[in-house]
């Protein structure tokens, strides 16, 4: 059976990298420990790990080597953790999708739509929401070594729509493993049909889905544009992602060798997050260059969106979301607002 099989290589991968590191130590070898993530290859995303990876190398105390595994190859977020779980898998750059396995609190950052007017207003809510997810995490067993974004979450279609009763006849991709959020959308009127990341190419060539809710970056690395050349300008909701490592590994670390390995890793968070976000905008150029035809919203649809919105919250504080730390977003966003600052992007 299917589950046997993979049940079978998960063993063998722990057993391989128990055996690895029995015989590292006996050498004196620098710890190696194991990367997932979905980043496609040559973003600036794995880009920044792979720089990242020789830092670490040349770390104190004899470093640590850094194997990465990008573009899926280690399953999608949700096996990743289960893997990271089992001692398969040293440490993750993790969308929501990941770090909702971990612990149900970011998704009173990520899950709620069009909840941030800009990516500034972003920024000050998770720099002070962040700390709190960390301690949460940590008590599961697992270690942040940093936050990042992969920017404005766009729909993409085969067919042009611009309002959400448009959107509402199409076959919307989400992720699967999540059937409170499958529940969710049904209840808002849509078609979501859950799947693996790995499945929207083959899935929106069959038409089993037609929409897919993803930031532009990974649209264009995928090639998903070709088969849904459709672009609702809408900023649903940016894409938070983060670094996380394995307490139990993270901790036989040298505390010296820990420091820098966290000062280096932080760096790399910012100019992941930094060049993530003009990647995305750049991506989205360089899709309409190719055919992409983007749909601008006006206020009157805008409305229409938020209105949607605003049904979902409720059904997001408590099922989906911590409340406490749904309401302290939402105290956030007030307390950003009524400083006045200007939307951004």
């Given at each position: ?5 993979e ?8 057993f ?13 070898a ?8 979905l ?7 794995h ?7 020789e ?14 595994f ?5 399953g ?14 040293d ?6 999708a990941?770090?909702q ?11 709620t739509p ?16 962040q ?13 942040v ?35 409170e959020y ?20 083959p ?7 037609e929409?897919v809710?993803?930031?532009?970056f990974?649209?264009?690395a995928g ?7 459709y ?11 983060a670094?996380?490592?394995?307490k139990?590994?993270?901790?036989k ?9 966290l000062k ?6 910012r ?8 990647e995305s905008e750049?991506?989205i ?7 992409l ?19 979902i ?8 979301a911590p409340?406490?730390?749904?309401d ?12 006045g ?5």
């Amino acid at each position: 059976m299917a589950w046997e099989s993979e049940l079978a290589r998960v063993a063998r991968l722990v057993f391989a990298l128990a055996v690895g590191g029995t015989l590292a130590s006996r050498l004196g070898a620098a710890p190696t420990l194991t990367l997932g993530t979905l980043a496609p290859e040559g973003t600036s995303y794995h880009r920044s790990l792979l720089e990242m990876r020789e830092k670490w190398r040349k770390a104190p105390g004899g470093g640590v080597n850094l194997r990465v595994f990008a573009g899926g190859k280690m399953g999608g977020d949700a096996k990743m953790v289960g893997q990271m779980r089992l001692g398969a898998l040293d440490a993750g750059l993790l969308t929501a999708a990941g770090l909702q396995e971990i612990d149900a609190g970011i998704a009173g950052v990520q899950s709620t739509p069009l909840q941030y007017r800009s990516l500034e207003e972003f920024d000050y809510v998770a720099a002070r929401v962040q700390p709190l997810l960390e301690k949460r995490m940590e008590a599961k067993g697992f270690v942040v070594l940093f936050w990042t974004d992969a920017g404005w979450v766009h729909f993409f279609s085969k067919t042009p729509f611009t309002r959400p009763v448009e959107l509402k006849k199409l076959k919307l991709f989400t992720w699967a493993g999540y059937p409170e959020y499958v529940a969710l959308w049904k209840e808002a009127g849509f078609q979501p049909v859950p799947l693996e990341t790995a499945d929207i190419v083959p899935m929106l060539d069959t038409g089993l889905i037609e929409a897919v809710p993803m930031p532009p970056f990974v649209a264009l690395a995928g090639q998903v544009y070709d088969r849904a050349p459709y672009m609702l300008n809408l900023k649903w909701a940016p894409l938070i992602g983060a670094m996380v490592v394995r307490k139990a590994v993270w901790e036989k670390i040298p505390a010296e060798t820990r420091a820098e390995l966290l000062k280096t890793a932080q760096e790399a968070g910012r100019q992941n997050r930094e060049h993530g976000r003009a990647e995305s905008e750049k991506s989205i150029e360089a899709m309409k260059s190719r055919g992409l035809k983007v749909a601008e919203v006006t206020s009157e649809v805008e409305a229409e969106w938020r209105a949607i919105a605003d049904e979902i919250y409720p059904r997001i504080r408590g099922p989906l979301a911590p409340p406490e730390i749904f309401d302290e977003v939402q105290r956030l966003v007030k307390e950003y607002r009524a400083r006045g600052a200007a939307p951004g992007k």
